[in-house]
């Protein structure tokens, strides 16, 4: 019993607050702007698809925002969460470093996904919203949405991109389940959807274009997000909060903090709390970001003001972007595709305070089979990338005789994404990266802003 592999919080120990990283950002924030006026955007601009709770905690100035006693009562369904040492990965790698990953698998959905979506449906539930729409990739999100909108008795209406929809049909027997309407998007319901029907393997983009405009259209009905924006981000630190009271227990303060980039929840989730003694000066550690080749947003997108969504309903907002209309390839790792990434994310790493790498999909199905049969757990493709990283990470730390400390997000398991699996131990996963052909073509379909600095 002298080596902890667990490392675990009890149900009093759930955050009672969510930390707002807005407040503490290096220079002026950049303000999402009105796409006819160029002003920036204001809570009049979100009020028809958010309920005005969500809109403050969009905009909110405070360091802290206390966590409703509802969604607290619907956190203790499945937080804490516990922390593992990956003792056995340590060994399988023969690194010195000391790695540790915070596991959200453990929630109904199987992801980090259900912590802004109780919130976010509580939110909806209490401005008397009846039914929620909203966009999935990998299915996760949906499926976190479906589940909370059961919680709080909301319909629910999930456009799932089509190759995540084909490539994961149990993830769309699971939204039923909890009650929700799924459609494959590009779908036939939607303006936006008959309008990219040439398209049939869909994007994130797309998806977002037909759940906003179906929410824009009824007064019932709100749309909801599952990443990208601050009240989003907000919701998700409580990971973060947690996995740092679970450090202390384990006496260990990360050197290198890691996680997956989609558009960047799971990854501020976790990182955020530390980020913010970073940048108040009370610790010194590093922040990595994994992303796909194919869709690599930090890595090779412009920072520019660029929309939400591929149809334009969205305001504009300042981020990484390659280009509101890319169409990734169809890589398994649905959650990452997404042609933007969150502001503050974006904000960061144009600070030099976060770092991100991108990998190649073999790559990273390798490092997550390596994970699978160390320590057991078979991560979803979309943590698989941050697995990669830390691989990467523990084998330099490795080299240079380092005690380096790593800690990382493993957002979600891989049960409904053994589709994936099969095709990689089969040999038939391609590779495909983006072009600079394609990320010249995106800069000319920018829409006109101010540029950024
Ligand atoms: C398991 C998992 N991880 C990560 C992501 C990426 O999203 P985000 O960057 O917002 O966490 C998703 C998105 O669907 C996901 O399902």
Known sequence: MSEPVKFLLSERDIPERWVNLLVDLPGDPLPPLNPQTLEPAGPADLTPIFPIGLIEQEVSSEPEVAIPEQVLEAYKLWRPTPLFRARRLERELGTPARI???????????????????AQAYENARAGVKRLTTETGAGQW????????????LDCEVFMVG?????????????????ATVHRSPSTLTGSGRGQQAHSTGSLGIAISEAVEVAASREDTNYSLGSVLNHVLLHQTVIGQEAAAQ???AGDVPD???GCVGGGSNFAGLAFPFVRRVLGGQ?????????????????RGAYRYDFGDTAGLTPLMPMFTLGHDFVPPPVHAG??????????ICGLVRAGVIEARAYRQNETFAAAVRFARSEGIIPAPEPAHAIRAVIEEAEAAREADEERVILFGLCGHGHFDLSAYDAYLAGELDDPEFSTQEMEEALRRLPEAPALA
């Open 100 to 118: 540790y990953y915070k596991y959200e698998g453990v929630s109904p959905a199987g992801s980090h996904k259900p912590n802004t979506a109780v």
């Open 142 to 153: 949906g499926s976190a949405l479906a589940f909370a909108c059961s919680l709080f008795g």
């Open 163 to 179: 190759s995540s929809y084909d490539q994961k049909p149990y993830r769309r027997s699971m939204m039923q389940t909890w009650g």
């Open 247 to 249: 450090m202390e227990m």
């Open 256 to 258: 290198v903090v890691i």
């Open 283 to 299: 610790a010194k550690m590093r922040f990595l970001a994994a992303e796909p080749s194919a869709c690599p947003t930090l890595t």
């Open 335 to 344: 959650g990452l595709r997404y042609h933007g990434d969150a502001p503050m």
